[in-house]
């Protein structure tokens, strides 16, 4: 079949054909490993706190092609709470949850750990999982500024995850912006908390004096004059 001349081979000066010399093994995976980190950044550069959580899910889970994904913060007594759950396509409501039985318990000791198959054969108490039809499983943990393992990135699917060590490395650099931004949020609930306390304590301490009923008293009487 002739192709037109509008899309037909470009021709270098003197007719001869360019010829284009296919990318080695390293560069296709160099290549491929800027599209992700672009495709995750484009999703993530402009948005902090709640906000990030939300855009980090669907855009891991688009690089991975994966149905499910979801951002989570450890608790207490080994249980988890999601920051982002990403399912078929939407962000859902979030959740919370014991990690004992299931993967997500590994990756809370600071390991990232990947199963290409087999979950509910690996993990047959983790019924959440299992209920959704997971066969496959990729968590990296995120880290404070201490390196603690403050809570995870979590992506599975139903169909098998092959092994592919540029696409968990690409993860691993994204968890390490969302474990900063997971410590950030943290140490603002924290001053809330610390402020909402030394607030409690004044009132209560004013209230012991009759302070704040003379304080009250004197505002009531202004704004009545």
Known sequence: MKLPDSIGPTLAPGNKQES????????SEWKR??????????????????DFFNSL??????????RFCFVAECLP????????????????????????GTPCLEVAQGR????????????????GMIDLG?????????RNSR???IGHLVVFDDKPMPEDPLAISVLETFAGRAG????RLRAEAEVRRLSEELAGRKIAELEQTGELARRVKEAADGAQQ
Not at 180 to 183: I, P, T, Y
Request: hydrophobic share 40%; charged share 25%; glycine share 4%.
């Open 180 to 183: 900063a931004e997971l410590e």
């Open 147 to 149: 390196q603690q393992t």
């Open 134 to 142: 997971t066969v496959s499983y990729l968590g990296v943990p995120l």
């Open 57 to 66: 899910a669907p855009q891991v889970a688009k690089v991975m092609d994966a």
């Open 20 to 27: 284009s010399t296919p990318l080695s093994p390293e560069a």
């Open 77 to 100: 007594d080994l249980r988890a709470r999601s920051l982002a759950w990403w399912i078929d396509g939407k962000l859902a409501e979030n959740f919370e949850y014991d990690m004992r």
């Open 33 to 50: 490993a800027e599209n992700m980190l672009r495709a995750m950044m484009e999703g993530t550069a402009r948005v902090t706190g709640v």
């Open 112 to 127: 990232t750990c990947h199963y290409p198959d087999r979950i509910p054969e690996l993990f047959p108490e983790d019924k």
